[in-house]
């Protein structure tokens, strides 16, 4: 009954909007093979989003357990965690443990897509890595998001490898045009992780760590993520040209990242209050552009 409750608990560390983020980013994947000619069936689908799931909520133990002592002195932030584990520490071995479980179901299931369902070694490959720089992120003493490496580390997860393991559970390999989508998306997965750590730059920059935000203040982090968010833009430009009845829409959604970033950049100040702000806009733009694009795509196939 005990270790029930405890789990109940520990349920709460989990980011319900980190979650759906990637599930859009699954989905889109899926839905961009099927529009390049691939068939995904039911339980495939599911299969490769449970990959995908074990792998996100296992960083979201791991990231609360070793990040707990910064944490204790970090803002409350409207896309930040529920600081839960500082809160009931008597919980902390059970979020390791549940992350080492949802990692290692992660990595069983694409070992299983792959012996069983006939799926290239690639992917066993992709989430290997993937989990690994998970882990890698906040684990000392590697802990790559204070070394400066963790908006790498991000983008590369939430743009590339999420609807990655989509594409090939739908069309069995990764082609030149989902390498091309891609680039955009590891764009916004920079701008994701550059707005998630906007809010954090005092307590940071007290423990040591050294991300963008530390680096150069916020001020030409929100400068640089509208330069980002224009990048991405262009690029979505160009992948359209390719097929341009298929993909016209790229552009136009792309606007809703390029104008949350020039408020965010207008707007910008030294206050925690205001960078939280920022931070919101500019995620809450992301999500919109995924969700817009998700049923875009799903629409052109129906």
């Known amino acids: ?159 590339f490898s999420i609807p990655a393991v989509g594409y090939v559970a739908t069309l069995g390999h990764i082609d030149s045009a989902f390498l091309i989508f891609s680039v955009p998306l590891i764009l916004y997965g920079l701008i994701l992780s550059l707005s998630l750590e906007l809010p954090d730059l005092e307590v940071d920059r007290e423990y040591g760590k ?5 680096l150069i203040g916020r001020r030409k982090v929100t400068f640089l993520i509208l330069l980002t968010s224009i990048l991405a833009s262009a690029f979505f430009v160009f992948f359209a040209t390719f097929d341009f009845d298929k993909f016209w829409i790229l552009p136009i959604l792309s606007l809703f990242p390029i104008f949350a970033s020039l408020k965010g950049y207008m707007s910008c100040s030294h206050s925690q209050s205001k960078a939280n702000h920022t931070s919101m806009m500019n995620i809450s733009s992301l999500f919109l552009f995924l969700a817009t694009l998700n049923c875009f795509f799903l629409l052109k196939l129906i």
């Open 1 to 159: 009954m005990r270790r029930l409750a405890g789990l109940r608990m520990c349920l709460q560390v989990i980011r319900p909007h980190i979650v759906a983020g990637g599930f859009l980013g699954y989905c889109l994947g899926v839905l961009l093979a099927i529009l390049m000619g691939g068939k995904i069936y039911f339980e495939i689908f599911v299969l490769g989003y449970l990959i995908v799931l074990f792998g996100d909520l296992a960083t979201h133990f791991s990231n609360d357990y070793y990040d707990v002592d910064i944490d204790k002195n970090a803002p409350t932030k409207t896309f930040g965690g529920s600081n839960f584990l500082v809160e009931h520490p008597e919980i902390r071995p059970l979020a390791i443990g549940s992350a080492i479980f949802l990692s290692a179901g992660s990595l069983f299931i694409a070992l299983l897509m792959v012996s069983m369902f006939g799926f290239p070694p690639l992917l066993l490959h992709l989430v290997a890595i993937t989990n690994l720089f998970g882990w890698l992120y906040s684990t000392p003493p590697v802990s790559l998001n204070a070394r400066g490496l963790g908006e790498v580390t991000i983008a590369l997860g939430t743009g």
């Open 210 to 214: 050294l991300n963008l935000v530390v």
